[in-house]
């Protein structure tokens, strides 16, 4: 059975860096299209950036990030560790969310729909 944990949240001051992990067990995640999605209080849950897996996919890797977070936020993928990161650089207050990590279908558009299994999500505090 497929498993996702996060880790790697935690409080920071505006322009703070964190990196977020989510490995999985139980299956191997390179075919699938993988993805990080956040929600705060009262709020819907966004994608914020996703990548394309391998299986069926010509663009294996490809990438897709929501406006707000384009030139600071990355997402990668390590394969041989069956994990997947979310690198946040210069956190802004409206980044504070509950963030969660998926895995779905390997030519993902970001759509949350997309996604079948779920991690338990990190939550991710921008405060001075």
């Known amino acids: 059975q497929l498993r996702l944990v996060e880790s790697g949240g935690g409080l920071v001051q505006p322009g703070g860096s964190l990196r977020l992990s989510c490995a999985g067990s139980g299956l191997a995640l390179n075919v699938f299209g993988i993805g990080w999605f956040r929600q705060a209080p009262g709020k819907e849950r966004e994608g914020v950036a996703c990548?394309?897996?391998?299986?069926?996919?010509?663009?294996?890797?490809?990438?897709y990030y929501v406006d707000s977070v384009k030139g600071r936020f990355t997402i990668s993928r390590d394969d041989a560790k069956n994990t997947h990161y979310l690198q946040l650089n210069n956190l802004k207050p409206d980044d504070t969310a509950r963030y969660y990590c998926?895995?779905?279908?390997?030519?993902?558009?970001?759509?949350?729909?997309?996604?079948?299994?779920w991690g338990q999500g990190t939550q991710v505090t921008v405060s001075s």
């Open positions: 998926a895995i779905g279908h390997p030519r993902t558009t970001c759509i949350r729909e997309e996604f079948t299994s």
């Open positions: 990548m394309k897996g391998s299986g069926g996919s010509t663009d294996f890797g490809a990438t």
